[in-house]
């Protein structure tokens, strides 16, 4: 990590977090830059493979591009845009393109000191997955109240979110319940100590591609940050 003039760069191996985790949460080997004030921009070139070998797509590394802008229209309104890509010879069968793309938008709105309101929308290049026409629209909705802060004892944070996200619509997130579903949410976060968090959750959705296919999940887990 270091800076390139106003520029913030990593190079190696790194987390990448984008769009609320929704698209994609793991590690990429390569290089990112960040830079801008008005308009924040992060550029990401480099190459995955834990994610695509998760998903059970490919055990070969695929090369990952992203460029993502970040543009705060006012104190209270935050707006968004990405786009990512894929490439990979085995994509073409899981992804129905060797070069796959995602294409987002989003927004952050401050309703009043206490709530947060999100949403999102994606779209796939390709409806095609395993030779079969699939679901390639995301969308998510959330309402935030407060929020847990991992430095502050006893904060807390509720939340209520509707969420669509295809198989196609991600390269990888860490919330496996969500993949290739459409469904809601609701739990809440509270912070015991200084970096131990406690989640509560339950789910209720159905398959993108199948509505006879149905899940409900009720989870509660401790979380600690190093």
Excluded at 62 to 79: C, G, H, P
Excluded at 126 to 131: E, F, L
Aim: glycine share 10%; proline share 1%; net charge positive.
């Amino acid at each position: 990590n270091g800076k390139l003039g106003n520029a913030s760069v990593r190079l190696g191996k790194f987390e990448q977090y984008t769009q609320e985790a929704i698209i994609f949460h793991e590690y990429t080997s390569g290089g990112e830059i960040s830079f801008g004030n008005l308009l924040k921009t992060r550029l990401t070139l480099g190459q995955v493979s834990n994610a695509m070998n998760l998903l059970g797509e490919t055990k070969n590394r695929v090369s990952y591009r992203a460029a993502e802008f970040t543009y705060d229209y006012d104190k209270t309104l935050q707006l968004n845009a990405g786009y990512f890509s894929l490439s990979g010879d085995e994509l073409e069968y899981t992804r129905g393109e060797k070069s796959p793309a995602i294409y987002s938008v989003g927004f952050n709105k401050k309703l009043d000191k206490n709530w947060l309101l999100t949403g999102f929308y994606s779209k796939a290049s390709s409806d095609i997955s395993k030779g079969k026409h699939v679901e390639n629209t995301s969308s998510m909705i959330n309402f935030n109240y407060k929020g847990a802060k991992l430095s502050c004892p006893d904060s807390f944070g509720i939340y209520l979110k509707y969420i669509q996200l295809p198989k196609l619509n991600q390269i990888y997130t860490d919330v496996g319940h969500q993949y290739n579903y459409k469904g809601f949410e609701v739990g809440g976060m509270y912070m015991l100590s200084a970096n131990m968090r406690g989640h509560i959750r339950y789910y209720h959705g159905e398959d993108v591609d199948n509505s006879q296919k149905q899940k409900d999940l009720f989870r509660t887990e401790l979380r600690f940050f190093f």
